[in-house]
C-alpha cells in the first residue's frame, strides 16, 4: 500500500499545469512512436510498390514473323503499364537516364530496339534471346533497387512465360504447318497419279490420231501424183496460150504498121486541107468582091436602062433634027443622021435591056451565094485540116500503142493460154489434194484432241507436283534444320527467351553500404542526444554573464561539436576500416557527416533550449521517430503511407540519408548541393533560434525556478 501510495504521490505532481500532463501522454504515446508509427511506416512497403516511379523506354523497332508484324516491345509495354504493379513512366532514353541519375526514377527498364527481331529469332537461323535493360541508380535507394531487381525479376519471368509461350507457339505452329505442307504434298501425290492415268489415256488418242495422220498423208501422196499430171497438161496449154500469143503479136504488128500509114496519110491530108483552106480563104474573098462588083453593076445597068428610054427618045428628037436638016440638004446633018442612026440601031432594045437586067439580078444573087459557099467551103476545109492532124497525132499513137500490145500480147497470150490449160489440170489435182488434206485434217484433230489432253494432263501433272515439291518444300522449312550448336542455342533460348541486363548509374556494393546513408545520420541523430543528455545546451555560466546569446550558444554548441567531431571520426573510421565501407569520395563523405552532426546538435540544442529539457528530449525522440519512419532511408517513401511522404521533405534527415548516398555511392549531383544548403539552414536557423531564446533565458522566473516538469 505504501508502495502504491508513493506511486500515486510521484503522478500527484503531474496534476499542475498543461505541460505535466502533455507529459503524463508523452510517456504513454512514446512506445506508440516506436511501436505503431515505425509500423504503420513499414507495414507494407511491397504492397505499395505501384507508386515506385520507375521509367520504361519502348525503343523496340518491331519486326516480322512469318509476315506478320511483331511488336513485342510494345505488348511488353503495354502489359507492364496495364500490370500496375509499378508506378510506370513511359517516356525516351534521354528522359528514363536523366531521370534515374537524378532520382526522378528509382531505375529505369529499356526495351531495346532489336526486342522483337531476338523474339522472332526464336525460329529462325540464329535464335537469340530477347534483352530487357534495366538501369539501378543505388544513390536513389539501396532498397528501391533491391525491390527493383525483384520486380524485375518477376518481370522477367511473366514476359519470359509470354514470349515463351509464343516460342513454343512458333514451333508447334511450325510442327502444324509441316504437317499441312505433307498433306498438300499427299493430296498433290494423289493429283499426280490421277493426272497419270490421264496422260495414258491421252497417249493413246495420241497413237490413234497419228494412224489417222498417216492415212491422210497417203491420200495427199496421191494427190500429188495428180498434181504432176496436172501440171504436165498445163505445160502443154502454155505452149498453146505462147502461140495464139504470136499470132496475136503478128497481127498487132500490121495493125501498127496500118495505124502509121492511117497517120501519114492524115498528115498529107491535113496539109492539103490547110491548103485548101488558105485558098478556100482567099476565092472566099475574091467571090466577096465578085459579088459586090456584081451587085454594083447590077444596080449601073438598072440605072443605065432606066435612062435608056429617055435616051432613045432624046436620039429619036435628034434624028428628026438631024432628018429634017438632011432633008434641007445638009449634008452633015445627013451625016450625022446617018451615024445616029447607026449608033440607035446598036443600042440594045427594051427587052433586051429587060433581059440583060434580069441576067445581072441572078449574075449578083449567084455571086452572092458563091462568096457565102467560098466562105463557108474555107471553114470546113480549116475544120477539115484541124481534123486531120488529130487524126494524123490519134493515128500514130495508135500505131505505137499496137505495137505495144503486139510486143506484149505475144508472151502473155501465149503464156495465157498455156496456164489456162495447166489451170485447169492444176485444179483437178488440187482437188485430190483437198480431199487428201481433209482426211489429213481430221487426222490432225484426232491428233490435237489427245494432244490436249496429253498437254492437261501433264498440266495438272506439273500443278501436282509442284503442289507436293512446294508441300515438301514448306513442310522442310517449317521444321528447323538446325546444327548442333543452333540446336543448342535454340533450345536455350526458348528456355529462357527473355533475360535482363542491368547496369547501374551509381552501385552499392552490398546491405551495409545501401544502408549505411540511413544508419549513419541515425547514429548521429542517438549521439547527439546523448550529447545533450550529458551537456547542457546553453551554460548558465554563459547565461548570467552579459555576453550575447550567439556567444551563449556557441559556448554550448561548440563543445558539443568537439565531442561531435569525435563521434564522426571514431565511427567513420570503424566502418571504413572495420566494417570495410567504401565511400566515392572520403573527404566529402567526411565533411557532409560533419555537417550533419552539427545540424543535428544545433536542431537538439534549440529544441532543448526553447521546450526546456524534459520537453525537448521528448519532442527530439519523437522527431527521431519520425524522421526514421519519413527519411526514406530503408524503403522508398513512395511505398510509405501519405503522411510519411508529406513530412519527408521538411525532415532533415531525409536531405542527410540522400546527401550521404551520393557521397558514398557516388553519382553526386544537385541533390547533393541541395541537401548541404537544406542542413545549412536548418544549422544557421537553430543557431539562430536558441540564441534568442538564450536571451530570453537571461530573465528568471518562478516558472523557470519550478518548471512544470524536469529530468
Known amino acids: 500500500m505504501l508502495a502504491l501510495t508513493s506511486t500515486g504521490t510521484e503522478l500527484r505532481r503531474f496534476r499542475r499545469g498543461l505541460l505535466p500532463k502533455l507529459a503524463v501522454g508523452a510517456m504513454i504515446f512514446i512506445p506508440l512512436l516506436y511501436g505503431a508509427l515505425y509500423l504503420w511506416a513499414f507495414w507494407d512497403p511491397t504492397g505499395h510498390l505501384d507508386q515506385l516511379p520507375v521509367a520504361l523506354v519502348d525503343a523496340d523497332q518491331g519486326s516480322t514473323l512469318d509476315g506478320v508484324a511483331l511488336h513485342a516491345g510494345t505488348d511488353v509495354a503495354t502489359r507492364l503499364l496495364d500490370s500496375g504493379d509499378l508506378d510506370w513512366h513511359l517516356t525516351d532514353a534521354k528522359d528514363a537516364a536523366d531521370g534515374v541519375a537524378n532520382g526522378t526514377y528509382y531505375f529505369a527498364v529499356t526495351v531495346p530496339a532489336e526486342f522483337s527481331a531476338d523474339i522472332a529469332s526464336a525460329g529462325g537461323a540464329d535464335p537469340t534471346s530477347a534483352q530487357l535493360l534495366v538501369t539501378y541508380n543505388d544513390a536513389n535507394s539501396f532498397l528501391a533497387s533491391t525491390l527493383g531487381r525483384s520486380a524485375m525479376t518477376q518481370v522477367r519471368d511473366a514476359v519470359a512465360a509470354t514470349i515463351g509461350e509464343q516460342g513454343v507457339d512458333q514451333v508447334l505452329v511450325g510442327l502444324g504447318s509441316a504437317r499441312d505442307g505433307f498433306a498438300q504434298a499427299s493430296d498433290g501425290a494423289l493429283t499426280l497419279r490421277a493426272a497419270g492415268g490421264q496422260l495414258a489415256d491421252g497417249a493413246q488418242q495420241v497413237a490413234d490420231g497419228a494412224t489417222s495422220a498417216a492415212t491422210g498423208a497417203a491420200a495427199l501422196a496421191d494427190g500429188s501424183k495428180q498434181l504432176v499430171s496436172g501440171s504436165s497438161a498445163l505445160t502443154a496449154g502454155a505452149q498453146k496460150l505462147a502461140d495464139g500469143a504470136g499470132a496475136l503479136s503478128t497481127g498487132a504488128s500490121s495493125a501498127a504498121s496500118g495505124a502509121a500509114q492511117v497517120s501519114a496519110g492524115a498528115g498529107r491530108l491535113a496539109d492539103g486541107a490547110s491548103s485548101a483552106a488558105t485558098s478556100s480563104a482567099t476565092l472566099a474573098a475574091g467571090a466577096a468582091q465578085v459579088a459586090t462588083g456584081v451587085h454594083s453593076a447590077t444596080g449601073q445597068v438598072g440605072q443605065l436602062a432606066a435612062s435608056l428610054p429617055a435616051l432613045q427618045t432624046g436620039l429619036t428628037s435628034i434624028g428628026a433634027y438631024l432628018g429634017a436638016h438632011a432633008a434641007a440638004g445638009d449634008t452633015t446633018a445627013a451625016q450625022l443622021l446617018t451615024g445616029l442612026q447607026s449608033a440607035s440601031a446598036a443600042l440594045p432594045s427594051t427587052a433586051t435591056v429587060a433581059a440583060m437586067s434580069s441576067q445581072l439580078a441572078a449574075l449578083d444573087t449567084g455571086a452572092g451565094k458563091v462568096a457565102a459557099g467560098a466562105t463557108q467551103l474555107s471553114s470546113g476545109l480549116g475544120t477539115l485540116s484541124t481534123g486531120a492532124n488529130d487524126l494524123r497525132s490519134g493515128s500514130a499513137q495508135l500505131a505505137a500503142g499496137t505495137q505495144s500490145v503486139a510486143d506484149g500480147a505475144g508472151t502473155l497470150a501465149t503464156g495465157a493460154g498455156s496456164l489456162v490449160t495447166g489451170t485447169s489440170q492444176l485444179a483437178q489435182g488440187t482437188t485430190r489434194l483437198a480431199t487428201g488434206a481433209s482426211e489429213l485434217a481430221a487426222g490432225t484433230t484426232t491428233l490435237a484432241d489427245g494432244a490436249s489432253q496429253v498437254a492437261d494432263g501433264t498440266v495438272q501433272l506439273e500443278g501436282g507436283a509442284q503442289t507436293l515439291a512446294d508441300g515438301l518444300t514448306t513442310g522442310a522449312a517449317a521444321i528447323p534444320d538446325d546444327t548442333t550448336d543452333v540446336r543448342t542455342q535454340r533450345a536455350t533460348t526458348i528456355a529462357s527467351p527473355v533475360a535482363l541486363e542491368s547496369t547501374s548509374v551509381a552501385a552499392a556494393q552490398g546491405f551495409g553500404e545501401g544502408f549505411a546513408p540511413f544508419f549513419i545520420p541515425l547514429a548521429l541523430f542517438v549521439g547527439s542526444l546523448i550529447t545533450w543528455l550529458l551537456l547542457r545546451p546553453l551554460p548558465s555560466r554563459a547565461l548570467a554573464t552579459p555576453a550575447s546569446g550567439l556567444r551563449a550558444t556557441l559556448a554550448g554548441f561548440l563543445p558539443a561539436m568537439v565531442i561531435g567531431i569525435g563521434q564522426v571520426a571514431v565511427m567513420i573510421a570503424v566502418i571504413h576500416f572495420g566494417v570495410g565501407l567504401q565511400m566515392a569520395t572520403t573527404a566529402g563523405t567526411i565533411a557532409f557527416t560533419l555537417l550533419i552532426v552539427a545540424t543535428f546538435l544545433a536542431l537538439q540544442q534549440m529544441l532543448t533550449a526553447v521546450m526546456g529539457p524534459a520537453a525537448g528530449k521528448v519532442a527530439i525522440l519523437a522527431l527521431l521517430m519520425l524522421q526514421l519512419a519519413s527519411s526514406g532511408g530503408t ?50 536557423g537553430s543557431l539562430a533560434i536558441t540564441s534568442w531564446r538564450a536571451g530570453r533565458l537571461r530573465t528568471w522566473s518562478l516558472e523557470r525556478l519550478h518548471p512544470a516538469i524536469s529530468i
Open 635 to 684: 524503403y522508398p517513401v513512395e511505398t510509405t503511407p501519405a503522411f510519411f511522404q508529406a513530412i519527408h521533405p521538411l525532415l532533415p534527415m531525409s536531405y542527410a540519408v540522400t546527401g550521404l548516398r551520393e557521397v558514398i555511392t557516388g553519382g553526386m549531383d544537385a541533390r547533393l548541393w541541395g541537401a548541404v544548403a537544406y542542413l545549412g539552414a536548418v544549422l544557421l
